[in-house]
């Protein structure tokens, strides 16, 4: 009867601690789990993501070069020495000025040469025909009579012409862009000396692959800057005049002709354009400013952090379309209202918290 009272004290004690034990298990479960449920918070900027028009751009590097017709490259006629030089690079020029001129006595002799032997073929051609139809000579006679006069009137011809080229005069107004002749220096026939260009009517060829090049057309608006990559100097506006049909064996590109009509300022030729072509616009697109957009899991893919109601990032997939230096086009993955983070949007995990965002424009 003794054992059994003390016994029921000390069962009593150990369930007590056993309980309170386990009541601070259970709170250390708890609040392992309390502090596994707390989220990152980031701060980070948020905008919302707008519908308005966005015009799609094909971007393209190119070069100032001048519009067929108002051009020139003039060389020798044959081969001589340079005796005049009259003009000097970057000279504007009207139409006809003299430029270079060559030795006058190889080419003076040539063209009374040929004009005496021109007389010459006329006399016997006319004397053979007289004999032929007297029949004393045969008829093969004149009929070669016939072909050395032809002869000497081609050669008359190509020595009077050449006569007028022994001093080279410009077949268009405009500056002079080249000038390697050098007084006493000799000449060779195609050696090209002297270039004039019109600076009035300079075009921009574009180089563009072929698949971009199947999605312009002739008046597309094309806005121009300098150099070879978006931010320079504004050059101005033109259209597209013409698309090449042929790639090019060489560069693997199409070549597509811009006609300047506002320039901003003089265009130099040889100068390096990066052209922007507008070549769709879509009235009602959902676009986000560039900064938003946080590459994807898969290569090439995008994705970017929506804000709900309770300031919780979420990541979004999304598909681009068109893209500037500054806006991106949203085809898919977007509706347009969502509040987006754009700046820090590098920083922000899935399911963050984001604290106080701050709109901006896009």
Sequence with gaps: MTRTAHAVPRILI???????????CKGDDKEGAADSAVKPVVAANTVTASIEPFAHIISA??????????????????????????????????????????EQVGFNAAANAAEAALTAAQRNYERAQRLGNEGIVPRKD??????????????????????????????????????AAVLGAPADAGQVLVEVADPSA????????????????????????????TGGDVMGDGNVASVGAAVDTISRSVAVRVTVSS??????????????????TRPRAVVI??????????????????????GTAIAHNVKIGGRTATKVEIVEGLNGGEKIVT????????????????????
């Design 14 to 24: 150990a369930s007590v601690a056993l309980a309170a034990l386990a009541s601070g």
């Design 202 to 229: 300079f075009d921009v060829v574009l180089s563009l692959g072929p698949t971009a090049a199947g999605a312009i057309h002739p008046g597309s608006r094309v806005h121009l800057t300098a150099g070879e990559k």
């Design 263 to 280: 320039p901003k300022r003089p265009l130099r030729l040889g100068e390096s354009v990066y052209g922007e072509i507008a070549v769709e």
């Design 142 to 179: 004149a009929e070669q009579a016939a072909a050395d006069l032809g002869k000497a009137r081609t050669d008359a011809v190509n020595a009077k012409r050449a006569q007028q080229l022994s001093v080279l005069r410009s077949p268009v107004s405009g500056v002079v862009t080249k000038m």
């Design 343 to 362: 700046q820090g949007a590098f920083g922000v995990a899935d399911s963050a918290k984001v604290e106080r965002p701050v709109p901006v424009k896009p």
């Design 61 to 102: 590097i190119g070069t100032v070069v001048s519009r067929p017709g108002r051009y020139a490259a003039l060389s020798a006629p044959s081969a001589t020495r340079i005796a005049k030089v009259y003009v000097s690079a970057g000279q504007r020029i009207a139409a006809g000025s003299p430029l270079v001129e060559f």
């Design 289 to 310: 400013p560039v900064e938003a957009l946080v590459p994807g899991d898969e290569p090439g893919s995008y994705k970017v952090f929506v804000v709900d109601a309770k």
